[in-house]
């Protein structure tokens, strides 16, 4: 069984590869994990794996940065629908996670992912081909996820806001990693998850037992939600925390703060 606490932790943005294609063996172990898992909450979306050579120049493939090196790709490609971008999030950042097992770089591409890819699928006429991420190996070495373990997290993961800015009390203040007793590491390990521009714009609130989840303002923010909501829902069933996603109907407001669902 994979551990996802240390796929969560190794886990980062991976721009270079060395443009080599998957060896069969990780293409199967990646279309595998594909075909055996799907994404929450109903929601319909299906995942790609698009091979195409961009050459060893820099792309500008996804809204900023660039990616170099890469030939292996995963789209996300979605239906709308209720939850639908958090549960499509919430699946793409599962399969995400289990590259990193793999040791294979990935790196979430938003923005013209479209004008990239677009070509190398079939899209529906509701389908929206909605992110995607290179998947390959790393600066021309693969990086065994032995290898991977042995970064230090806290500080790999530095630029990352605070625990008390993510996480509130339920009057909205800022929650100590202590005051959350037993969902301290899953939410340390949701404070880590990628966003668009490393912006985070998702909030927890512990409120007793129950935790909301909230997403905030910004073009991308029920995207990152959903993969927040995964690094919590995996690391909390791999810790042994009993629980499951569950829309409230009486769930407390905030100031710029959107309600979404809650873990109870
Ligand atoms: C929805 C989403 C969209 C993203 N879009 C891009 C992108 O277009 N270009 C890029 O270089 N990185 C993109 N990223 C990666 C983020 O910049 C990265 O997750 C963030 O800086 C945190 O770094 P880390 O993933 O190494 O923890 C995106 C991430 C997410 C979750």
């Known amino acids: 069984m994979v551990n996802i606490v240390e796929a969560i932790q190794a886990r980062r943005s991976t721009r270079a590869y060395d443009n080599a294609p ?23 979306a299906r995942v790609e794996l698009i091979h195409h050579d961009f ?15 890469a030939c292996d790709f995963m789209g996300l490609i979605h239906r ?14 599962q399969v995400v996670l289990h590259c990193t097992s793999l040791g294979l770089g ?32 790393v600066g021309g070495v693969k990086p065994l996820f ?17 625990f008390e800015t993510l996480f509130l009390r339920p009057d909205g203040s800022g929650l100590t990693a202590a005051e959350a007793g037993r969902y301290a590491e899953p939410l340390e390990l949701t404070r880590i998850a990628p966003s668009a521009k490393n912006q985070q ?3 927890v609130m512990l409120d007793g037992e129950r935790l909301h989840f909230y997403a905030m303002d910004g073009l ?16 909390a069933r791999f810790l042994g925390i009993e629980g499951g996603f569950e829309v ?17």
């Open 22 to 44: 998957l060896t069969a063996e990780d293409h199967d172990a990646v279309a595998q994990f594909i075909a055996q898992t799907a994404p929450p909450f109903g929601v319909q």
């Open 55 to 69: 050459g060893m120049e820099r792309q500008k493939l996804g809204s900023y940065g660039s990616v170099k090196g």
């Open 80 to 93: 709308p629908g209720p939850l639908a971008a958090e549960g499509a999030a919430y699946w793409f950042e």
């Open 106 to 137: 990935t790196c979430w591409l938003a923005g013209f992912t479209h004008s990239s890819f677009s070509k190398h699928v079939t899209l529906e006429a509701d389908e929206k081909l909605a992110y995607a991420s290179p998947v390959g190996y």
């Open 146 to 162: 032995e290898r991977l373990k042995l970064f230090d997290s806290e500080k790999a993961h530095i630029t990352k806001k605070p």
């Open 201 to 203: 714009p998702f909030r």
């Open 220 to 235: 991308f923010a029920h995207t990152d939600l959903g993969i927040a909501m995964c690094h919590f829902e995996q690391s």
């Open 248 to 264: 409230l109907p009486d769930a407390p407001g905030g100031p710029d703060l959107e309600y979404v669902i809650s873990w109870v």
